[in-house]
């Protein structure tokens, strides 16, 4: 096998270079060396691939990276079926891919599934949480609150929307638990056959819990985080909201999701060409400069084709051959890689907050379907200080009235005095005058 793959390489290295047939002299020695120089070189550098891609399997990949790779890969082969070819048999066939490598991880790698999860759900809370209150404000009320108030929110709810995902989990949980230790009776000779015949109605009825709250979880998860961001509320009434709405209208809801399936995946895949224009529109306009220096291990192969492989629509992300490049070219494509990340980064974050933005507009269309609620009722915050301000101001407009009321009965109160010795004195004047006239009378009759 080793012998035929030399052979197959070596005639295409033969065909990739050839000698100038037209050469002679010492022009013809020249060609000759670099011929043989530009033949080994190709050659060393394809078996420096096949070791490295030999050091690649023997090393394995990490799980993370793994299962990251792989569900990326799935959605995004979903998504240009479910776009291009209308290809719904294409499309569940990812997803029930995607459903594998979950088991597969949870199979084979329990504890770090565990680890994961715990991880994500933090971080979805929080993020997840941001976004849906950035949603749910705009399309309720019309208003735009920054990410820094949105991030406030879902670290204040920060609980409920951790726990929200995690307590049907526990109760299917607790259940099996119950259905597993009076299993544990069978086992016992003659008598354990006659128990088990008489507890399986309570293991189907058991059965029926598990099945339920599954399909519940299943298709309700993605209305959790809208009810909570909606609502204000805990994570008890996002699974009671969730769980009723997706029994009561299961078709609607399945044509909500259909209808945002479509929608996002269109979306999705001309965010990801742009991204793929911007990244060849970049290489491009750099190729010819760049490779005026050629790379550290080949002549043949240009300096850029070395620090940053030309991205494919499929993958963005470039594979470099990191073990071909010398300390200053390892330096200047882990930059390039890193502003490349950044870029793909972008894309993915363009699919998370589609699908809260969507699922936070489905949980509007449902809860005025079911509870016949306005699209415009959300729950509101305000700071503790407008709430006092609006209490006291509250307290402060019937008292005025009274206060200006006081402040003129009190003026009149002080008037009345004044007007009453004021009548005093005129009396007593007049008392004093008559007193007087009286005395004069007197003295005239003596």
């Known amino acids: 096998g080793n012998q035929i793959e030399s052979s197959q390489v070596s005639s295409w290295v033969n065909q990739l270079v050839q000698e100038n ?4 002299g010492d022009i013809r020695e020249k060609d000759q060396k670099r011929f043989a120089a530009d033949q080994k070189a190709i050659l060393d550098s394809c078996q420096l691939a096949r070791s490295l891609a030999f050091a690649k399997a023997a090393a394995g990949q990490g799980i993370f990276a793994t299962f990251i790779d792989f569900k990326f890969q799935r959605m995004h082969t979903a998504a240009k079926a479910l776009v291009f070819g209308c290809d719904l048999k294409t499309v569940k066939t990812q997803f029930y891919e995607l459903l594998k490598g979950a088991c597969w991880m949870t199979r084979f790698h329990p504890v770090f599934a565990v680890c994961l999860m715990i991880i994500g759900l933090a971080v979805w809370a929080v993020i997840g949480g941001a976004i849906c209150r950035i949603t749910a404000l705009q399309f309720a009320r019309d208003e735009r609150i920054g990410p820094i108030l949105a991030l406030r929110f879902s670290l204040g709810k920060f609980a409920s929307f951790f726990t929200a995902p995690l307590i049907p989990a526990m109760i299917m949980l607790f259940i099996a638990l119950l259905m597993f230790l009076p299993s ?3 086992a016992v000779p003659y008598i354990g056959e006659i128990i088990g015949g008489l507890i399986f109605p309570l293991a189907l009825l058991g059965g029926f819990v598990i ?5 519940g979880l299943v298709g ?3 209305l959790m985080y809208p009810t909570i961001a909606v609502e204000g509320s805990d994570s008890f009434d996002a699974i009671s909201r969730s769980f009723s709405y997706i029994f009561a209208r299961p078709w609607r809801m399945g044509f909500y999701s259909l209808v945002a399936a479509v929608y996002g995946a269109v979306c999705y895949l001309f965010v990801r060409f742009f991204a793929f224009l911007l990244l060849a529109g970049v290489r491009g306009s750099t190729k010819f400069a760049v490779n005026l220096d050629g790379s550290a291990l080949i002549n043949i192969r240009g300096k850029l084709d070395a620090l940053w492989p030309a991205p494919v629509f499929g993958q963005l992300m470039p594979d470099i051959a990191w073990l071909g ?4 070219e390892k330096i200047g494509a882990a930059l390039i890689w890193v502003s490349v990340a950044l870029i793909a980064a972008l894309v993915m974050a363009f699919v998370v907050s589609f699908f809260y933005s969507a699922n936070t507009a489905i949980y509007f269309l449902l809860r005025r379907r079911v509870d016949a609620t306005e699209l415009d009722d959300i ?3 305000q700071d503790i200080e407008e709430l006092v301000a609006e209490e006291l101001g509250t307290e402060e407009s019937p008292v005025e009235p009274e206060a200006t009321t006081e402040k003129t009965e ?3 109160e002080e008037s009345a005095p004044d007007e009453t010795s004021e009548e005093e ?3 007593s004047d007049e008392e004093e005058g008559t007193s007087d006239k009286s005395g004069n009378d007197k003295e005239k009759e003596k």
């Open 21 to 24: 047939p037209k050469a002679e």
């Open 184 to 186: 544990l009776l069978i």
């Open 211 to 215: 099945a339920l709250v599954t399909v």
């Open 220 to 222: 309700g998860f993605n």
């Open 325 to 328: 490049l010398n300390w200053s």
């Open 379 to 381: 729950f509101v915050e």
């Open 410 to 412: 009190d003026k009149k």
């Open 425 to 427: 004195d005129k009396s």
